[in-house]
Nanobody
Framework: QVHLVESGGGSVQAGGSLKLSCAAS????????MAWFRQAPGKEREGVAT???????SYADSVKGRVTISQDNAKNTLYLLMNSLKPEDTAMYYC??????????????????????WGQGTQVTVSS
């Protein structure tokens, strides 16, 4: 079992940056597919980025080039650095983990139901 706690959300203006953190209760590198999802009001939850078991990173087309997912194995912490934020990035951002995800290396293949462990979410609001 993995307990996940997100932090780092906030309100920023368009063009700004935020770095989200997800602290895990155990070591996950190489054993868990780690992901960031987001959900805006009235919309379905969508995958933003993943780190697969071999370290392969994957990004949604909507954030590619603006977002970087990374992992500090010594701290059991997953990060999401978001630059050039847009109002359409406004959403609740969730960290997710699962030891058995087929297709973890391609976030566009994944849905929320693929993951068993979730954090409580952190809100990101981008104003124009």
């Amino acid at each position: 079992q993995v307990h996940l706690v997100e932090s780092g959300g906030g309100s920023v203006q368009a063009g700004g940056s935020l770095k989200l953190s997800c602290a895990a209760s155990k070591y996950t590198a190489g054993s868990y597919c780690m992901a960031w999802f987001r959900q805006a009001p009235g919309k379905e939850r969508e995958g933003v980025a993943t780190i697969a078991y071999d370290g392969t990173r994957s990004y949604a087309d909507s954030v590619k080039g603006r977002v970087t997912i990374s992992q500090d194995n010594a701290k059991n912490t997953l990060y999401l650095l978001m630059n050039s934020l847009k109002p359409e990035d406004t959403a609740m951002y969730y960290c997710a983990a699962d030891p058995f995800v087929s297709g973890c290396e391609l976030v566009t293949l994944l849905v929320g139901a693929d993951f068993i462990y979730w954090g409580q979410g952190t809100q990101v609001t981008v104003s124009s």
